[in-house]
């Protein structure tokens, strides 16, 4: 079994910075791809940004040159790190990630954290 972990959220005021982290555990065989993806009050899910194991990041538009997104493949964590924060901005951050998993390592499991709220105050 796998669990995506979350931390890191929190309340900023506009144009402060945060610094989220998730941590994959249990039986783990290989992540291709991390996500970050939010959810802002009232809206569906959106996805924010995504990194695979060799590196490679794409954004969503509204948050390109402001989120950064990296991970530590060792450790099967993610990062997204947040700057210039605004409150559209607010929103409920989730990761995201397809594990191959030690048991079942050809039919990746998609998992979700738990949440963690990020609230911009103007």
């Known amino acids: 079994q796998v669990q995506l972990v979350e931390s890191g959220g929190g309340l900023v005021q506009v144009g402060g910075s945060l610094r989220l982290s998730c941590a994959a555990s249990?039986?783990?065989?290989?992540?291709?791809?991390m996500s970050w993806y939010r959810q802002p009050p009232g809206s569906q899910r959106e996805l924010v940004a995504s990194?695979?194991?060799?590196?490679?990041?794409t954004y969503a538009d509204s948050v390109k040159g402001r989120f950064t997104i990296s991970r530590d493949n060792a450790k099967n964590m993610v990062f997204l790190q947040m700057d210039s924060l605004t409150p559209e901005d607010t929103a409920v951050y989730f990761c995201?990630?397809?594990?191959?998993?030690?048991?079942?390592?050809?039919?990746?499991?998609?998992?979700w954290g738990q949440g963690t709220q990020v609230t911009v105050s103007s």
């Open positions: 995201n990630a397809p594990v191959q998993t030690l048991a079942a390592p050809y039919s990746p499991v998609d998992c």
């Open positions: 249990g039986s783990v065989f290989n992540i291709n791809v």
């Open positions: 990194v695979t194991s060799g590196g490679h990041t």
